[in-house]
């Protein structure tokens, strides 16, 4: 019998990559570059901070949330033995490295939700439950991720959009993994980024006319609609039970009809 404590060996709609040593490897790099380049806090990051530290409830929680990760693998991967993500002031600054961080493409796996990696142990304590069920902590954390978009619709996040071997969307091993991209998709391969100009414009980009056209009963009549790719993340289902007895929708019809004959039958009235 398989052990509860077993990793999982999926992610649910694969936001995050379903190998966790990838997942353990990802968050490392994402440290060490915290790390080798500090930098001040972003304002939505020193708003997050100060509503953890003003309330005493959701500073405790802060708090627990990483005393509560297990000292065990595969949650231990620093040299310590710690936890990756140590406490909130850590999570605070890897939250404020991320702001200015796109996906670079990587053949192994696509962390799609960074954000998600940081929180990954943290989330599934009991503290770490109630601190994300606070109303507040949602909002800030909404701040969070709108600054995030801000960035990945700039100019600034086209620095994946490179040629680099490995990294970068018009490399080496991007190339081998997306062989037909300049014919299936509005680029220019002779400008910068391939005339993408932010990482939100590549991630959301254009079909080439023709190229797996729908029918005009697929589309809206009533007004155009681009057809676009989003490139990472595939349909999967969420979830997928098995033995599930269908419920009876007509036994309560039933019941209330009864209730309409007796009711006659003594004068009544029912009125809802």
């Not at 190998?19 to 972003?42: G, Y």
């Not at 990051?45 to 627990?64: C, G, H, K």
């Not at 400008?191 to 100009?197: I, K, S, T």
Request: charged share 25%; net charge neutral; proline share 10%.
């Amino acid at each position: 019998m398989e052990s509860v404590d077993a990793p999982a060996p999926y992610r649910v709609s694969q936001w995050l990559p379903s190998d966790h040593a990838f997942l353990a490897c990802w968050l490392d790099a994402m440290i060490h570059k915290t790390h080798a380049e500090p930098r001040p806090l972003h304002p939505v990051i020193v708003d997050f901070r100060d509503l953890i530290e003003s309330d005493p409830a959701l500073f405790m929680l802060f708090n627990q949330m990483f005393e509560q990760v297990p000292r065990r693998p595969p949650y231990d991967k620093d040299p310590t033995g710690r936890p990756q993500v140590r406490d909130y002031q850590h999570m605070l600054q890897l939250l404020n490295t991320i702001l200015t961080h796109a996906p670079d493409f990587d053949r192994t796996g696509l962390v799609g939700c960074p954000i998600n990696t940081i929180f990954d142990w943290s989330m599934g304590t009991a503290a770490g439950m109630a601190a994300f069920l606070n109303t507040r902590v949602n909002a800030e954390l909404k701040k969070v991720l709108n600054a995030w978009g801000h960035f990945l619709a700039s100019s600034d996040s086209t620095y994946v959009l490179s040629d680099h071997p490995h990294k970068g969307w018009f490399g080496t091993d991007a190339r081998q993994a997306m062989p037909d991209f300049a014919r299936e998709f509005r680029c220019d391969p002779q400008e910068p980024h391939h005339g993408f100009r932010s990482w939100d414009e590549f991630f959301t980009r254009e079909f080439r006319a023709g190229v797996r056209a729908a029918t005009r009963a697929q589309r809206r009549p009533d007004r155009h609609v681009p057809l676009r790719r989003l490139q990472p993340l595939p349909d999967v289902p969420a979830r997928c039970e098995t033995g599930v007895r269908p419920s009876r929708p007509e036994a309560r019809p039933a019941r209330r009809e009864h209730s309409r004959e007796r009711a006659h039958r003594h004068g009544g009235e029912i009125t809802s």
